[in-house]
Nanobody
Framework: QVQLVESGGGLVQAGYSLKLTCTGS????????MGWFRQAPGKDREFVAR????????YYGDSVKGRFTISRDNTKNTVYLQMNNLKPEDTAVYYC???????????????RGQGTQVTVSS
């Protein structure tokens, strides 16, 4: 069974940091694009970041540029999201997702995790 499991979410104050981890099992994701998107209550899914299989091509959503950093460790089948200077508007459920071919977007992915809640208080 192929799974993606996110961890690292929680409740923090604005200005603090969190690091999310997403680990895959059931197959290797070493050649897949991996990424993160988020969804807040009552809002559309929002793209956060994606990283290609070698880690050389990275994109960030405009709202997180300069604050979030995506990285991956293919030996661990894992993608990370370091989130610094968190803001209340970053509050959402964060999902990791993968795609083998094509662009990874909020609506186009092969696998998605169950999500981890991030809550930022002001």
């Amino acid at each position: 069974q192929v799974q993606l499991v996110e961890s690292g979410g929680g409740l923090v104050q604005a200005g603090y940091s969190l690091k999310l981890t997403c680990t895959g099992s059931g197959r290797s994701f070493s050649e897949a694009t991996m990424g993160w998107f988020r969804q807040a209550p009552g809002k559309d899914r929002e793209f956060v970041a994606r990283i290609n299989w070698r880690g050389g091509v990275i994109y960030y959503g405009d709202s997180v540029k300069g604050r979030f950093t995506i990285s991956r460790d293919n030996t661990k089948n894992t993608v990370y999201l370091q989130m610094n200077n968190l803001k209340p508007e970053d509050t959402a459920v964060y999902y990791c997702a993968t795609r083998d071919f094509g662009l990874l977007t909020t609506g186009d992915y092969d696998y998605r995790g169950q999500g981890t809640q991030v809550t930022v208080s002001s």
